[in-house]
């Protein structure tokens, strides 16, 4: 696998400072030896105007955030990333690469999730270029790379948690955000490293299920939900009966037989549990 290996190019300035008097000079010198009709000077004049002229290709400017990848004849000579006026073999060929950071949204796409439900969902990858020798020579288009590669990374997540879930404890794509990034983020640049790329951040921008289910899925969420909170509240309220009990048995206040404890605890359930306030009717006789 190629690496990258940076390179120093001296600054084209020095080169430029020595150049341009050296080409004037020649230039003037072959206009003398034509006037003068001097043909082996004019051939000395004309070469070395040629080679001055053959020397100017090797001016290059890299721009900051950006390398250059140097070739000579398909060879790797390395790359060059200090911004400014560059000068190196003319014969090299250079090939710019950006290393700014770079963001992207994925497509909608349509997976199931791990319930088998269709959905649709889509992701923010946010990337930049940290080896421009892999970026270059390890994979065609190091771009369209990371976006095809980000989509499959996405597809196979989807597959492997359901789209919401009422238990604290388990994963979903809709609940656990937090931790569904990071393993988008970990799978994409598992799938990029080798076109030497870094993911920056991964994060899921969109996620709904498909049209043609989500009517159906909304009310089975909704009963869902239901069922869930009649839950927690029966437990809650039988916790709250077994206190009561238990303190007024403690203490004394009050002896009840087990026709009684049982009709506590029928309208201490209807209380707690109900979904509307209660009307309490009082009763101003005796106990029996």
């Not at 990071?182 to 969109?206: K, Y």
Request: glycine share 6%.
């Amino acid at each position: 696998m190629i690496r990258e290996k940076e390179l120093h190019p001296p600054s084209g300035l020095a080169f430029l400072v020595f150049l341009v008097p050296a080409f004037l000079g020649s230039m003037a010198m072959l206009v003398f030896a034509a006037k003068t009709r001097q043909p082996v000077l004019i051939l000395v004049c004309a070469l070395v105007v040629a080679f001055l002229g053959v020397l100017f290709g090797g001016f290059f400017v890299v721009n900051p955030n950006e390398a250059k990848v140097l070739q000579l004849f398909g060879k790797y000579m390395g790359s060059a990333r200090e911004p400014g006026l560059r000068w190196a073999n003319p014969f090299y060929m250079k090939k710019k690469v950006s290393l700014r950071v770079v963001s992207f949204e994925s497509g909608k796409l349509k997976v199931n999730d791990l319930d088998g439900n269709p959905v649709e969902i889509a992701a923010i990858v946010v990337w930049k270029v940290v080896d421009s020798a892999q970026a270059v020579f390890q994979v065609d288009d190091y771009g369209e790379y990371v976006r095809v590669q980000s989509e499959a990374a996405l597809r196979g997540l989807a597959t492997r948690y359901p789209y919401d879930v009422h238990d604290d404890e388990k994963t979903s794509l809709r609940g656990s955000t937090a931790l569904v990034a990071e393993q988008l983020q970990r799978e994409v640049e598992e799938r990029v490293e080798a076109a030497g790329v870094q993911i920056l951040e991964a994060r899921i921008s969109h996620l709904a299920y498909a049209p043609e289910i989500a009517q159906a899925m909304l009310q089975r969420q909704q009963a869902a939900a239901i069922i869930a909170a009649r839950t927690r509240i029966v437990e809650g309220a039988v916790s709250m009966v077994e206190m009561a009990l238990d303190r007024l048995q403690k203490n004394g206040t009050v002896h009840l037989d087990e026709e009684r404890k049982a009709a506590m605890v029928s309208n201490l359930l209807v209380v707690l549990c109900g979904d509307r306030s209660p009307h309490p009717v009082i009763n101003t006789g005796t106990l029996y």
